[in-house]
């Protein structure tokens, strides 16, 4: 009993002496010790006290002053008015230093980390040393400056803070500007004066922000757990920019390049799983909806989600193959400025020497900076004009570089195109191959800015197989190998355009007084042998009751352009004919017609003579007696099914095996 009473006495004068005890008289010895321990200045200018429990102590400092290292641009990492923070005293002995909560007022700090490691809230002497970075839970300031540096990472940022207690849960604002991943940064914002950088457990803090980072503006508002590694993130966005594309440098994902955007939805982040939710929006002129993830925790970042058009605008898809935005695209998203070389585009647009193949080459630091799993579905397209596409899907799947589009399935011209494309980027120039297979599409569909063939019915089948090696759609193409080919069977054709292409003019005259009539189209096939980028004709045949067109030539795709000479043999004889060799050349950008020179010059030098003599003997000359027979369409069909050997065949086959 007597023990007991001198051992309570005893913690009862120690208590009173910690209580009572002059702790700023230590002030002198603590400056100097954490000087000498960090290698570098640390004072606290006017008073310290602290209150000593048996866990934690609560340091108060009147003034304080800690310099950066000699490394670092701004002189000090911290200057404040004040100071509390509460210090726990049990990971003192492994040298560990935890703070659970810290207030500072009017504090200037100054942060900066450098490509090797070196930190500037690094508390020993070697700042690369993680274990001397303090653990900090709950930071707590009124008003003050921070100024972060990371030049490694394209990082120099400055931000203000002021508190205004009338301004409810959310009474800190802060106002940032500077540089993020090398581009302008402006945001400001509101939150809680009480910032978690390191909180597990707590109940997350409120956030505002609206920031704008290059072309890219967002907009959050929502809660955040943890600040220093963006845990527990639920917030409410919006997100607009010029280009998805540009979200690489900003935030590592490597998304394509696309038209002019504006999405909006739920952002949540648990450890290092980002889900956007409920995405919805526009992508240029197409709306866009869906989920995405991605997830930071394995070795390569993985995205994956599901998107979904209901209307997908033709305007939009040129930029995914590398080609700029149009017009009416960029103009889409209000509120955002077009790109400034607008003009430009619609200037090279008009040019007729330009190449048309886009060559917009791959980014393989993209290509290897992620993997990705992600399904696309138009349900609708518009806006088609050359190419009639009715909707459109696709599952885009990267992993270690290889990015394939597989399955794709296209709705063209009331059929489809189904097949897959593998770009191996592991490689450069990257090995590229397309297997597309052509189902059912409606002949009266394929080109429907000619009114005559609206009255044409029957459906092309078709293949494409190529591969090749090249860093964009251009360069591929001109140096691929392979097999292209479109074959259809029976079918109805206008008439009056048989006899345009024909150049009969009697039959042109019948038919338009008379009125249009369809004729029987035998079979058609345009079958091409590839060989590293020359597209040379194997079998181009129409064949109708009417007339037989043969064609012969080649398409230079590396040079991108034309030289066929299409055969007319007529069935029927007719007067008033020109039925001459007609000669298609030019480049893909501005390609020609006309008729061969020698055979139409023939005719027109008999004519001249006739016509001297009568008039109407001149007829004589333009007389067709119809020479030409049917094809032999099963010959035709099978020469269309099988590339050549040698570097077609062989390029047709890699393709398959994708």
């Known amino acids: 009993m007597r023990v007991g009473a001198i051992v ?56 304080i002053e800690f310099a950066n290292p000699p490394w670092a641009r701004e002189p000090y990492l911290v200057r404040a008015e004040r100071a509390t923070f509460d210090i726990r005293l049990w990971p003192l002995l492994a040298r560990r230093v935890v703070i659970p909560h810290i207030f500072l007022a009017s504090p200037a700090l100054g942060l900066q980390m450098e490509e090797d490691g070196r930190r500037t809230w690094a508390l020993g002497k070697n700042t690369a040393d993680e274990g001397t970075v303090p653990v900090i839970g709950l930071l707590e300031v009124d ?48 939150t ?54 540009d979200l690489y440098g900003l935030l590592g994902i490597a998304l394509p390049q696309t038209s002019p955007y504006a999405l909006s939805g739920e952002l949540r982040k648990r450890v290092k799983l980002w889900e956007a939710v409920g995405l919805e929006g526009k992508l240029g002129l ?26 997908m605008d033709m305007d939009d898809l040129g930029p995914l193959i590398g080609l700029p935005p149009t017009e009416r695209s960029a103009k889409a998203i209000e509120g955002l400025t077009p790109p400034p070389n607008i003009a430009e585009v619609k200037r090279a647009r008009r040019d007729p020497g330009r190449k048309v193949l886009p060559a917009a080459t791959l980014d393989f630091e993209r290509l290897r900076a992620m993997n990705a799993d992600v399904k696309y579905t138009a349900d609708r397209i518009r806006n088609v004009r050359e190419l009639p596409l009715d909707k459109g899907g696709v599952q885009v799947k990267l992993r270690d570089g290889v990015l394939t589009l ?40 394929l080109v429907p800015k000619i009114e005559t063939m609206r009255s044409s019915f029957g459906k092309l089948d078709g293949r ?19 097999d292209v080919a479109a074959l259809t069977g029976r079918g109805e054709f206008s008439n009056l355009l048989l006899e345009f292409m024909g150049l009969d003019g009697g039959e042109i005259i019948k038919f338009l007084l008379r009125g249009d009539e369809n004729v029987v189209l035998r079979c058609a096939a345009m079958a091409f042998d590839v060989d590293k980028g020359a ?29 066929f000479v299409v055969r007319p043999q007529p069935k029927d004889r007719s007067i008033l004919s020109l039925r001459t060799p007609l000669v298609i050349g030019g480049t893909f950008a501005s390609p020609s017609a006309g008729l061969e020179a020698g055979s139409l010059a023939a005719r027109g030098a008999a004519a001249l003579v006739l016509g001297a003599l009568n008039p109407l003997l001149a007829l004589a000359a333009t007389v067709e007696t119809g020479p030409g027979s049917d094809a032999d ?15 077609p065949a062989a390029g047709a086959a890699k393709a398959r095996k994708q």
């Open 8 to 63: 309570l006495g005893l913690f009862a004068v120690l208590l009173l002496v910690l209580t009572l005890f002059p702790w700023d008289a230590l002030r002198g010895p603590i400056n100097r010790y954490v000087s000498e321990q960090t290698g570098r200045k640390f004072e606290i200018t006017r008073r310290l006290d602290v209150d000593l429990g048996w866990r934690a102590a609560t340091v108060k400092l009147d003034g």
């Open 143 to 190: 008003r003050g400056t921070l100024d972060f540096l990371a030049a490694h990472l394209g990082v120099d940022l400055h931000a203000d803070f002021s508190y205004d207690s009338s301004r409810g849960e959310l009474p800190l604002d802060f106002r940032i500007e500077g540089r993020y991943q090398r581009q302008p940064l402006t945001a400001q914002g509101r």
């Open 192 to 245: 809680g004066n009480v910032l978690q950088l390191n909180a597990a457990g707590q109940p997350p803090f409120p956030l505002e922000i609206d920031a704008a980072a290059g072309h890219t503006h967002l907009k959050a508002k929502g809660t955040v757990a943890e600040l220093a590694s963006l845990d527990g993130v639920d917030a409410r966005f919006d997100l607009k920019g010029q280009n998805l594309g």
């Open 286 to 311: 197409s709306d866009i909806g869906g989920d995405m993830k991605f997830d930071q925790s394995q070795k390569v970042p993985f995205l994956s989600g599901a998107l979904r058009s209901r209307v």
């Open 406 to 445: 597989d399955p794709l399935n296209l709705g063209v011209a009331g059929g489809s195109i189904t097949g897959a494309v593998r770009i191996d980027g592991a490689q450069n120039p990257a090995d590229i191959r397309a297997r597309l297979e052509v189902r059912g599409m409606q002949l009266s569909r």
């Open 464 to 482: 494409i197989n190529l591969s090749g090696r090249g860093n964009s759609v251009a360069s591929w193409l001109g140096h691929a190998s392979g």
């Open 535 to 563: 597209m040379v004709s194997r079998s181009v045949v129409l064949d109708t009751e009417d007339t037989l067109f043969s064609a012969s030539g080649q398409a230079n795709l590396s040079k991108e352009t034309l030289d």
């Open 633 to 647: 369409c099963q010959a035709v069909l099978a020469q269309a099914k099988q590339p050549s050997a040698g570097e």
